[in-house]
């Protein structure tokens, strides 16, 4: 989906465990500027239910799984991230809600700006009207 794709980062397997790197602009199309993370998410709970205007982020599941629905005004498409050397990178004006979060999972989050409520679009009527002047 435009705005959207998947980043495989390198993995360092050995007896000892698995060690992922994640480096500010080489393995990601942006420089980090905020990391959050969402745990603890109860079973049926869907999250999400926005887009960004400008923010550009990367989603990973250093734990379990989760499913994250994207839209945008012409496709919808459901990935699930299962694996903590693959990331989701979801750039601007792209709808997305997150569910079917497992027991015990971790999503970590890279964004490319600090938290900025005036950068959300929360309504998705008016994310519609927007979003179809961009693509
Ligand atoms: P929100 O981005 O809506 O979470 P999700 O999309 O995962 O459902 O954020 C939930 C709340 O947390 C909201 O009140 C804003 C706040 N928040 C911050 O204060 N800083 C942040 O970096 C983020 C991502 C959220």
Redesign the pocket.
């Known amino acids: 989906m435009i705005n959207t794709g998947m980043l495989k980062f390198k993995n360092i397997d050995d007896k000892y465990g698995h060690l992922t790197p994640i480096e500010s602009r080489n393995d990601i199309p942006f420089e980090i500027k ?1 990391v ?1 993370y ?1 745990t603890k998410v109860e079973a049926g709970v869907t ?2 239910f ?1 887009s960004h205007r400008k923010l550009h982020q990367v989603l990973v599941c250093l734990n379990g799984t989760v499913k994250i629905r994207l839209k945008n005004p012409d496709e919808e498409e459901v990935v699930e991230l299962n694996d903590p050397s693959k990331g989701l990178y979801i750039g601007p004006y792209i709808w997305r809600e ?1 569910f079917d979060f497992s027991e015990g999972s971790v999503l970590l989050v890279l964004a490319s700006e600090f ?1 900025d ?1 005036n950068d959300y679009i929360r309504n998705y009527d008016f994310y519609l009207e927007e979003a179809k002047k961009r693509f």
Request: glycine share 12%; no cysteine.
């Open positions: 905020r959050y969402i999250r999400g926005h997150m938290y409520e």
